[in-house]
């Protein structure tokens, strides 16, 4: 088990580090089994499934972009789900898929709403097994968040970690809910944040859609908001998009993929700190009555770097930015293994920000000022 896992590891990181120009030298010490909060290759061809956003014209437009790895040329398949609204206001018949070729170690930028004008939307990409597709959100003043899309649909997603102080800081935090089958979806969604709790009930996905929930409406002036979703019919995929515009959250937007499972260990195969890059990883913990002490490992050939120590009280999470940890600074990339402690499961989310300007004191976000953070 620990071969195969270390090999689709090493797999998944010689691929993204086409998309991010980065080199990840994964370890597998761990005789446990993994999670990883991004996407791996499964199989000789793949689903991806991608959230979305909104239209090019909207706050937070997205883009798919689709790398080829492989040596020969390749074909992938992309079809849009657009919001409820506009997909129940298409002409029956209307075509929402077309056909890409991406060129051997290449790659292409697709905007889906090329194919139908939406104010949110998705997208389903088939593609072979040497393609990896990723999500990327821009934001008015030039940041640009990204997420390796999904590669599997559940009926239950945790989203470690938003935030929705609109007043003040500008946060605004929105669930896209995609349905990718012929059939509607209905989920329900219970939100854990540092002022209360609140429950969204009954929300009707409907099939080939992306449906966009601003939880800042459900849910105000929390500085940290754990979103539950689960389907009490069908499958969805499940992406949480974080919008700031205040004083002390920063300036710009992240786009962070739901997780399906929890796990006492998770590895992030490649991360990056730079200036104009910031890696960010999300620790929840869903228990009702334990605490969750968790080490965040680095692993990085010809360093010994100490672990990043958090503590995680019952229904709540945290955010640690990594560009503000002065201990990985002489790092160029490296491996980053979440290890709970005491074997309580928790949910891990990684995503990336670039050119994103934030305020260094921002309280939310854990540094070397602590070696434990509590949250």
């Known amino acids: 088990m620990t071969r195969a896992l270390a090999a689709v590891a090493i797999l998944m990181s010689l691929i993204a580090a086409l998309l991010l120009d980065l080199l990840a030298n994964p370890d597998a010490h761990t005789q446990t089994p993994l999670k990883t909060p991004v996407s791996l290759i499964t199989s000789s061809n793949n689903t991806w ?12 437009p997205v883009t798919i972009d689709i790398i080829n790895a492989g040596i020969t040329s390749a074909t992938a398949n992309i079809t849009a789900t657009p919001d409820p609204t506009t997909l129940l206001a298409l002409p029956t018949g209307t075509n929402l898929t077309t056909r890409l070729e991406i060129p051997a170690q ?21 593609t072979p097994a040497d393609v990896v597709v990723e999500q990327a959100i821009a934001d008015s003043r030039g940041g640009v968040g990204r997420s390796t899309c999904l590669t599997q649909t559940s009926n239950r997603w945790l989203v470690p970690h938003g935030a929705t102080r609109a007043p003040t800081e500008g946060e605004h935090m929105i669930l896209m809910i995609q349905n990718p089958f012929s059939d509607n979806a209905v989920v329900d969604i219970d939100l854990t944040a540092d002022v209360g709790s609140d429950e969204v009930e009954g929300v009707v996905v409907p099939a080939r859609s992306s449906t966009a929930i601003d939880i800042t409406n459900e ?8 979103a539950d979703i689960t389907a009490r019919s ?11 515009d205040g004083p002390f959250a920063g300036h710009g937007s992240w786009l962070n993929s739901g997780s399906p499972v929890l796990a006492a260990q998770w590895l992030l195969p490649i991360a990056r700190i730079g200036d104009s890059r910031r890696d960010l990883i999300a620790v929840a913990n869903p228990s009702s009555d334990h605490t969750a002490e968790v080490d965040l490992e680095i692993i990085a050939p010809g360093a010994s770097v100490q672990p990043i120590e958090l ?7 945290t955010l640690i930015d990594l560009s503000t940890q002065a201990r990985l600074a002489e790092l160029d990339s490296f491996s980053v293994l979440a290890r709970s402690l005491q074997g309580h499961e928790v949910a891990v989310s990684a995503y990336s920000v670039t050119d994103f300007t934030a305020n260094q004191g921002n309280n939310n976000i854990a540094s070397d000022a602590a070696d434990d953070d509590t949250a």
Do not use: K, N
């Open 49 to 60: 499934f991608c959230p979305g956003g909104s239209a090019s014209d909207g706050s937070v």
């Open 106 to 126: 290449g790659h292409i930028s697709y905007t889906p709403t090329e194919l139908v004008d939406a104010d949110w939307i998705g997208a389903i990409i088939e």
């Open 219 to 226: 849910v105000t002036v929390a500085s940290t908001v754990m």
């Open 234 to 244: 069908g499958e969805v995929t499940v992406a949480a998009i974080q919008i700031l």
């Open 311 to 317: 503590t995680v009280l019952p229904g709540r999470s």
